[in-house]
């Protein structure tokens, strides 16, 4: 038979323990930004060597992004190009656009997507390249 002060013991420990468990912190909620890419979009057709102003939609940000600092990629048949040299890196994302120049040395095509990372990326519709 199980004493008192056994069980009095026993359901102590209990609910100090999930005492501790209830009332341990929450890790906070990001807010991760996507922003999805506006322009280029869908029939552009860009220049090697001109500069354009890649824009973003910034109506569903976050009040704090976790990261502001944003940065451009140009994407080629679903692949990053050169993601150690992006078209352009470190600009404030809730600017909502930034200028990058299309690099001279591309093979043209329509199969280019630019890819906008704050905390998260988002890669716009296909578009074209020319010489």
């Known amino acids: 038979m199980i004493s008192t002060s056994a069980l009095t013991t026993f359901f102590i420990a209990l609910f100090t323990i999930l005492s501790l468990v209830a009332s341990a912190p929450?890790?906070?909620?990001?807010?991760?930004?996507?922003?999805p890419v506006l322009y280029?979009?869908?029939?552009?057709?860009w220049k090697m060597?001109?500069?354009?102003?890649v824009t973003w939609d910034l109506s569903n940000a976050p009040?704090?992004?976790?990261?502001s600092n944003g940065m451009v990629v140009l994407v080629k048949n679903h692949?990053?190009?050169?993601?150690?040299?992006?078209?352009?890196?470190?600009?404030?994302i809730r600017v909502a656009r930034?200028?990058?120049t299309v690099p001279k040395n591309l093979k043209p095509g329509n199969d280019y997507q630019?890819?906008?990372?704050?905390d998260s990326g988002n890669t716009g519709e296909?578009?074209?390249?020319?010489e």
């Not at 929450?26 to 922003?35: E, G, I, N, W």
């Not at 280029?40 to 057709?45: A, M």
């Not at 009040?63 to 990261?67: K, L």
């Open 98 to 100: 930034h200028p990058i």
């Open 40 to 45: 280029p979009g869908k029939g552009t057709v």
């Open 63 to 67: 009040v704090n992004i976790t990261n």
């Open 114 to 118: 630019i890819l906008v990372f704050g």
């Open 26 to 35: 929450t890790p906070a909620p990001r807010d991760v930004f996507s922003p």
């Open 49 to 53: 060597g001109h500069t354009y102003n």
């Open 79 to 92: 692949r990053m190009i050169d993601l150690e040299h992006p078209l352009a890196a470190g600009f404030d």
């Open 126 to 130: 296909l578009f074209t390249i020319t």
